[in-house]
């Protein structure tokens, strides 16, 4: 028998380009939703969505989303859906159609998951649930970040007995605290403390836990970047704006609920630190074996433009679908595609610096922002109409009608003009914290002194508008169902 050949050496963008538009690997994208990754299957010859939520009511080419409903346990996370998933008959005898040595991305998975993806001969594109679990915990983030030379808020990691205890332990950080718990997301975890009343407030769940971040409240804005950690150097996407905590859009005090991605949105000089935190904290990633796609939460200090570090997310976020139809993506690569390459046994070569030195440029990043919409009242109701996803028009009175069916946001043309993609389907509960849909459109939807702008408001509106909802039969049962499920990680 003769050697098995070596494979060629990618060199270079267009190389990489050309190796994923000729692929021939199974690859999916296993979620409740396919909000993250949209329009990965314009790279990727043969990238399939396996979606709980099916979000096109069929229309989308590249999405599978099992028909029949089988007897579950209540979902109380998105790796309960992922793996209710990856054991419905219909998932397996999909994966089997497509052929053998697949690969999966998820958003979220846990060791079950791994253990599912390996039954259905899926490689988990991703570094281990346990690696991943022990990143996440923002206690060791703040530990990581020490280690790499990046800035945190003044913070003291603690466990906390007591609200004296508390003033005890974070005496050089003044009276206004926020304490932040190892695990959480949007705001759910995240608490302000300025007086006893406060701490009271939320001590059960502060005094649970074995250590907190303890840091000093400060005015600040958020913002997030989201980078790759490759064999050749970390990868790093401009800095985007975070909404967070507006009333319109969560219920969440802290809570994000969208981004902005655009060329003035911060100084060069804020700009520069968060590319160079990014990459310092990245490389660290590195040594300590992770690989792949993560985002960082920044928080820019107002008054001295100090940068600091809020959290990880090692993973595909909320905000990979902005970053990854910008335009300075579509010109080179989407970030998701240096993620693959990473797992595709596959030789490349790339110039990290020249790419981080074209996406940094003004003129490759063009102007968009995306509404993360949540139900924002304490009721429970249950859908009877939701809008379709698809390209919906604005008039000047501020009414929107369904214009055409488009699977992203690409399709947008016109200021007056947005993608939704919605999450919450006819038949499905309102309950406060509920994902109800995404809108994107291109343009500003803050002001500069971070206010929703009111076309950003009309919107939000105008959108809420198209759901029709009444109240549910059988409450106090429905009230149960919805204690277990609120709240946790749909994207």
């Not at 190389?15 to 396919?34: L, V």
């Not at 253990?115 to 996440?136: H, I, T, W, Y």
């Not at 971040?213 to 800095?239: D, F, N, Y």
């Not at 008039?395 to 369904?402: L, S, W, Y």
Request: charged letters at 30%; one cysteine or more; glycine letters at 8%.
């Amino acid at each position: 028998m003769g050697k098995k050949s070596k494979k060629k050496t990618l060199k270079g963008i267009s190389d990489i380009r050309r190796f994923f538009y000729r692929n021939e690997t199974p690859i999916y994208f296993i979620s409740a939703t396919n909000f993250n990754l949209l329009g990965a299957d314009e790279w990727v010859k043969g990238f399939k969505f396996i979606c709980y939520i099916e979000c096109f009511d069929g229309l989308h080419p590249n999405v599978f989303s099992p028909k029949e409903e089988i007897p579950h346990d209540e979902f109380q996370s998105i790796e309960d859906i992922n793996n209710y998933l990856l054991e419905h008959k219909e998932v397996v005898d999909y994966l089997k159609s497509r052929g053998k040595n697949g690969k999966a991305l998820f958003l979220m998975f846990d060791e079950k998951t791994e253990s599912l993806a390996k039954m259905n001969g899926l490689e988990v594109c991703f570094p281990s649930a346990k690696m991943r679990q022990f990143m996440d915990n923002k206690v060791n983030t703040n530990r990581i970040a020490q280690k790499a030379g990046v800035p945190c808020v003044p913070n003291v990691l603690t466990k906390v007995k007591s609200y004296k205890h508390l003033k005890q332990v974070s005496k050089k950080l003044g009276n206004d605290l926020v304490i932040q718990t190892p695990f959480g997301d949007s705001g759910h975890t995240t608490f302000f403390i300025s007086n006893e009343e406060d701490y009271e407030r939320y001590a059960d769940e502060i005094t649970a836990e074995k250590e907190v971040k303890v840091m000093k409240k400060i005015k600040c804005r958020g913002s997030a970047i989201e980078a790759c950690v490759t064999r050749h150097g970390t990868i790093v996407a401009p800095l985007m704006t975070e909404l967070v905590g507006f009333k319109e859009l969560t219920p969440y005090k802290g809570g994000w609920c969208g981004n902005e991605i655009y060329s003035e949105a911060f100084t060069p000089s804020i700009r520069k630190k968060a590319r160079k935190y990014t990459q310092l904290f990245g490389d660290q990633l590195r040594k300590e074996g992770y690989k792949g796609y993560f985002e960082l939460d920044f928080l820019i200090e107002e008054g001295t433009n100090r940068v600091y570090l809020g959290e990880l997310n090692p993973r595909v976020t909320g905000a990979s679908s902005i970053t990854n139809h910008a335009v300075f993506a579509l010109a080179d690569a989407p970030l998701f595609i240096f993620h693959l390459l990473e797992w595709m046994g596959q030789p490349y070569e790339v110039s990290v610096n020249s790419i981080n030195k074209r996406w940094f440029k003004p003129e490759n990043i063009d102007d968009w922002g995306q509404l993360v919409i949540k139900h924002t009242e304490d009721t429970i109701e249950m859908i009877t109409d939701a809008p379709r996803s698809g390209i919906w028009k604005m008039d000047r009175d501020g009414n929107i009608e369904f214009d055409r069916m488009d699977t992203h946001r690409r399709a947008v043309e016109q200021d007056n003009e947005a993608f939704f993609l919605r999450i919450s389907r006819k038949g499905d509960y309102l309950y406060e914290g509920a994902d109800m849909g995404i809108v994107v459109m291109r343009g500003r939807l803050m002001t500069n002194d971070f206010k929703l702008r009111v076309r950003a408001k009309k919107w939000i509106d105008a959108i809420k508008g198209q759901f029709s909802s009444q109240m549910p039969r059988n409450l106090s049962k429905i009230e149960e169902k919805v204690a277990e499920i609120g709240g946790f990680k749909m994207m």
